[in-house]
């Protein structure tokens, strides 16, 4: 029986030391697709100074107007073209419907332009392959896929640890996605309100997995650095039938990984319980990771660490419960203040700031380059740039969105079929 | 007889093997090893370029060697793969203004030869932010095909350059970095 007392694994340094995102030379930014998730990527950015938001791009009027209110001194296009051709835009971060990625990547890849496409990186197999492909074809770019949660220092904290033994042997792994909405967008135009809801649409949906769930599940293969086998999946049309949607609002799958662990993962749109949260089962502890902190629950046979003496200890049962209690609001401060944590962003702010950093990176180390060795082939300044790769902040580049996306769109397609599908290595050679 | 003499050293010069000119290549790399009151501390640059002309026939025996060669390097490319500490480190050495190291030699002496391996003893000019300073310091010159790659180590301070050792603070206090630094490279040239 583990024990009923957590303990929460906290980074002891606070992360600012090391990121100070002022003091990056700006990488000037394009923001293409400006839906609500471009929204998200925009508000962020005005509060990053090391990635300038320069341009936006929407196909639709109105997105595209609302962009520009949210951000008055970018240049506003209504084609992608027309973005790419601006010579002010240095980096792209490409938040259009999946299924849209490919051709957008490859234009601004070929424009000279670092990438950020968000994740899935495609809603095809091929897709993300040629993404893939032509990321590496193109080394002077910074391609990084949207795969925020690797560039998420509580987690980067967790990872020698779990890496090291933390956990014991390796048992399981269990993720949690909850939420109760629709995932679908009104519009009064009716082609309009069928474009924006393709998550809808079978033949263009990655579904939950693909399009929410990939996230969870790769920092479960990153944290065992292992790529799942075989994935099976389950699920149904729960909540939403009325609109006669076909793509499952609620899903679960279980991933085989080599040496016999799994993952159990559950995504749902018609039940908020519990949230979202990420659990490591080992046989000397569990591991919970829900936003930016992690508890730990040892067993009563695992090993004395040392520091686990001196660690704070919280309750759990399962719900935060409001204490009714004299002087609630005064301890409730003194609490909120020990329990904030030390990462104050978001997964999306560490994942864009490490964006604009790595594209000045590769910058830089491209002109450095030239400027010493003269204009080099392709393979010769990749070789350059991979010995340079330890000076980047962590992101997940396009093998790893690659990856990820793979994995998601079969874990969909175990669903949708209901069958047992093997993940075969050759899927992954680019 | 003074034209007997211009013959006889046109002769001469038209007899000696020809310079050649090698230039950098990929492969090559220079790092710097401090210390500080925290821990110790380690950048590289792997942008080490520039041009070494000589014969390289002449590295085949003991004694001075006529050669030329100025090494480059691109200040803000050494790295330590410390965000922070490069911000540190490029700011110390101001390497917005002075965008290069370099190292322009003098002399070059051949004091040992093992296979194709030269030791020599080698003087010349390091200038670091902006500053200037004579060096001399032991190499050693490897000869394989068209390649050389050139070996050595020395140590320098901060402050002869006119950098003062950076003291950045951090959350855990003021850090104190050493003047000493002690420089080592390997750079190769190709024909």
Same mark, same amino acid.
């Given at each position: 029986?583990?024990?009923?007392?957590?303990?929460?694994?906290?980074?002891?340094?606070?992360?600012?030391?090391?990121?100070?995102?002022?003091?990056?030379?700006?990488?000037?930014?394009?923001?293409?697709?400006?839906?609500?998730?471009?929204?998200?990527?925009?508000?962020?950015?005005?509060?990053?100074?090391?990635?300038?938001?320069?341009?936006?791009?929407?196909?639709?009027?109105?997105?595209?107007?609302?962009?520009?209110?949210?951000?008055?001194?970018?240049?506003?296009?209504?084609?992608?073209?027309?973005?790419?051709?601006?010579?002010?835009?240095?980096?792209?971060?490409?938040?259009?419907?999946?299924?849209?990625?490919?051709?957008?990547?490859?234009?601004?890849?070929?424009?000279?332009?670092?990438?950020?496409?968000?994740?899935?990186?495609?809603?095809?197999?091929?897709?993300?392959?040629?993404?893939?492909?032509?990321?590496?074809?193109?080394?002077?770019?910074?391609?990084?896929?949207?795969?925020?949660?690797?560039?998420?220092?509580?987690?980067?904290?967790?990872?020698?640890?779990?890496?090291?033994?933390?956990?014991?042997?390796?048992?399981?792994?269990?993720?949690?996605?909850?939420?109760?909405?629709?995932?679908?967008?009104?519009?009064?135009?009716?082609?309009?309100?069928?474009?924006?809801?393709?998550?809808?649409?079978?033949?263009?949906?990655?579904?939950?997995?693909?399009?929410?769930?990939?996230?969870?599940?790769?920092?479960?293969?990153?944290?065992?650095?292992?790529?799942?086998?075989?994935?099976?999946?389950?699920?149904?049309?729960?909540?939403?039938?009325?609109?006669?949607?076909?793509?499952?609002?609620?899903?679960?799958?279980?991933?085989?990984?080599?040496?016999?662990?799994?993952?159990?993962?559950?995504?749902?749109?018609?039940?908020?319980?519990?949230?979202?949260?990420?659990?490591?089962?080992?046989?000397?502890?569990?591991?919970?990771?829900?936003?930016?902190?992690?508890?730990?629950?040892?067993?009563?046979?695992?090993?004395?660490?040392?520091?686990?003496?001196?660690?704070?200890?919280?309750?759990?049962?399962?719900?935060?419960?409001?204490?009714?209690?004299?002087?609630?609001?005064?301890?409730?401060?003194?609490?909120?203040?020990?329990?904030?944590?030390?990462?104050?962003?978001?997964?999306?702010?560490?994942?864009?700031?490490?964006?604009?950093?790595?594209?000045?990176?590769?910058?830089?180390?491209?002109?450095?380059?030239?400027?010493?060795?003269?204009?080099?082939?392709?393979?010769?300044?990749?070789?350059?740039?991979?010995?340079?790769?330890?000076?980047?902040?962590?992101?997940?580049?396009?093998?790893?969105?690659?990856?990820?996306?793979?994995?998601?769109?079969?874990?969909?397609?175990?669903?949708?079929?209901?069958?047992?599908?093997?993940?075969?290595?050759?899927?992954?050679?680019? | 007889?003074?034209?007997?003499?211009?013959?006889?050293?046109?002769?001469?010069?038209?007899?000696?093997?020809?310079?050649?000119?090698?230039?950098?290549?990929?492969?090559?790399?220079?790092?710097?090893?401090?210390?500080?009151?925290?821990?110790?501390?380690?950048?590289?640059?792997?942008?080490?370029?520039?041009?070494?002309?000589?014969?390289?026939?002449?590295?085949?025996?003991?004694?001075?060697?006529?050669?030329?060669?100025? +090494? *480059?390097?691109?200040? &803000?490319?050494? $790295?330590?793969?410390? %965000?922070?500490?490069? @911000?540190?480190?490029?700011?110390?050495?101001?390497?917005?203004?002075?965008?290069?190291?370099?190292?322009?030699?003098?002399?070059?002496?051949?004091?040992?030869?093992?296979?194709?391996?030269?030791?020599?003893?080698?003087?010349?000019?390091?200038?670091?932010?902006?500053?200037?300073?004579?060096?001399?310091?032991? +190499? *050693?010159?490897?000869? &394989?095909?068209? $390649?050389?790659?050139? %070996?050595?180590?020395? @140590?320098?301070?901060?402050?002869?350059?006119?950098?003062?050792?950076?003291?950045?603070?951090?959350?855990?206090?003021?850090?104190?970095?050493?003047?000493?630094?002690?420089?080592?490279?390997?750079?190769?040239?190709?024909?």
């Amino acid at each position: 029986m583990a024990l009923l007392r957590a303990m929460e694994l906290r980074a002891q340094e606070a992360p600012d030391s090391a990121r100070d995102s002022a003091a990056t030379p700006p990488i000037r930014c394009g923001l293409i697709g400006c839906g609500p998730r471009g929204r998200e990527i925009l508000s962020t950015l005005a509060v990053l100074p090391s990635a300038p938001l320069v341009a936006v791009c929407d196909h639709y009027p109105a997105s595209l107007n609302r962009a520009r209110k949210l951000a008055p001194k970018a240049a506003g296009y209504d084609a992608a073209a027309g973005l790419l051709a601006d010579k002010q835009v240095e980096a792209v971060i490409i938040a259009t419907a999946t299924h849209q990625h490919l051709p957008l990547v490859q234009a601004a890849l070929k424009a000279g332009k670092h990438v950020y496409c968000e994740a899935p990186l495609a809603h095809t197999m091929e897709d993300a392959r040629a993404i893939a492909a032509l990321a590496k074809a193109h080394p002077r770019s910074n391609f990084q896929s949207g795969l925020q949660l690797r560039s998420e220092p509580q987690r980067h904290f967790l990872l020698p640890f779990i890496r090291a033994g933390g956990l014991g042997a390796t048992l399981k792994a269990r993720v949690q996605w909850h939420r109760k909405q629709s995932w679908r967008q009104v519009s009064p135009n009716a082609e309009r309100e069928k474009e924006i809801n393709w998550r809808l649409d079978p033949a263009l949906s990655p579904g939950l997995l693909g399009e929410l769930g990939l996230h969870q599940a790769d920092v479960v293969s990153w944290f065992y650095h292992l790529r799942p086998s075989a994935v099976t999946g389950f699920g149904s049309v729960l909540k939403w039938k009325d609109d006669g949607r076909k793509v499952p609002d609620t899903v679960q799958a279980v991933f085989e990984f080599p040496g016999g662990a799994h993952l159990t993962q559950e995504v749902t749109l018609a039940n908020s319980f519990d949230g979202e949260y990420e659990i490591f089962y080992g046989t000397d502890s569990a591991i919970m990771l829900r936003d930016s902190r992690a508890w730990m629950f040892k067993e009563t046979d695992a090993p004395l660490i040392g520091w686990e003496v001196y660690a704070r200890k919280d309750q759990f049962f399962g719900e935060t419960g409001i204490a009714l209690v004299a002087n609630a609001t005064k301890l409730a401060a003194k609490e909120e203040a020990a329990l904030a944590s030390p990462f104050q962003n978001t997964p999306l702010y560490y994942a864009l700031e490490a964006f604009a950093y790595n594209a000045h990176q590769v910058k830089t180390a491209v002109e450095d380059f030239v400027a010493t060795f003269g204009e080099g082939d392709a393979p010769a300044i990749a070789e350059h740039l991979s010995k340079l790769k330890e000076s980047r902040l962590p992101a997940a580049d396009a093998a790893d969105g690659m990856q990820a996306t793979i994995v998601a769109l079969k874990a969909n397609e175990a669903v949708l079929t209901r069958k047992r599908i093997e993940i075969l290595d050759e899927w992954f050679k680019v | 007889m003074k034209s007997l003499l211009l013959l006889a050293g046109l002769l001469a010069a038209a007899m000696a093997p020809a310079q050649d000119t090698y230039r950098g290549k990929p492969g090559s790399k220079l790092t710097i090893d401090g210390d500080s009151n925290v821990h110790k501390w380690k950048v590289e640059s792997l942008a080490v370029g520039g041009v070494f002309k000589l014969t390289a026939a002449n590295l085949a025996k003991t004694g001075p060697v006529d050669a030329a060669a100025k +090494v *480059t390097l691109i200040t &803000r490319s050494l $790295k330590s793969n410390n %965000k922070r500490m490069d @911000e540190v480190m490029h700011a110390a050495l101001n390497a917005d203004t002075h965008k290069t190291i370099e190292f322009d030699l003098d002399q070059l002496m051949v004091t040992q030869i093992k296979d194709k391996e030269a030791s020599c003893q080698c003087r010349g000019t390091v200038k670091i932010n902006g500053k200037t300073k004579v060096i001399t310091l032991p +190499v *050693t010159i490897l000869e &394989r095909g068209d $390649k050389l790659t050139v %070996k050595g180590a020395t @140590e320098l301070k901060m402050t002869d350059f006119g950098i003062k050792p950076p003291a950045p603070q951090l959350p855990t206090g003021s850090v104190t970095t050493k003047d000493e630094v002690k420089i080592a490279f390997e750079w190769v040239v190709q024909k």
